[in-house]
């Protein structure tokens, strides 16, 4: 059984940074693409950045390009999301997602498991 969970979030300033860490367990597909979702009450979840399983590369939303950063470790089981010069709009619950047999995706429909959630709040 798959399982992912997230630690890592918090409280943080305008202007400063947050990195999200997400361990996974379980997996036993050959390749695989982890995300990072966010999700703001009332509104549907959206991707935020992805990694390959197979080469380490990532994709991003264009909101999260050059401020977001996304890693996995070369067991591929865990993947941190750094997240830097944060506003308001980052405020959210962040998710981690797999997403079996994939190499990059940020459809939300197409991710097999998630993690719990983790609370992010930008604010002063």
């Known amino acids: 059984q798959v399982q992912l969970v997230e630690s890592g979030g918090g409280l943080v300033q305008p202007g400063g940074s947050l990195r999200l860490t997400c361990k996974a367990s379980g997996i036993t597909s050959d390749y695989y693409a982890m995300g990072w979702f966010r999700q703001v009450a009332g509104k549907e979840r959206e991707g935020v950045a992805c990694?390959?399983?197979?080469?380490?590369?990532?994709d991003y939303a264009v909101f999260a390009k050059d401020r977001f950063f996304i890693s996995i470790d070369e067991s591929g089981t865990t993947v941190y999301l750094q997240m830097n010069n944060l506003n308001s709009d980052a405020t959210g619950v962040y998710f981690c997602g797999a997403a079996m047999g994939f190499f990059h995706t940020l459809q939300v429909d197409e991710y097999d498991y998630w993690g719990q959630g983790a609370q992010v709040t930008v604010s002063a």
């Open positions: 990694v390959s399983s197979e080469n380490g590369s990532g």
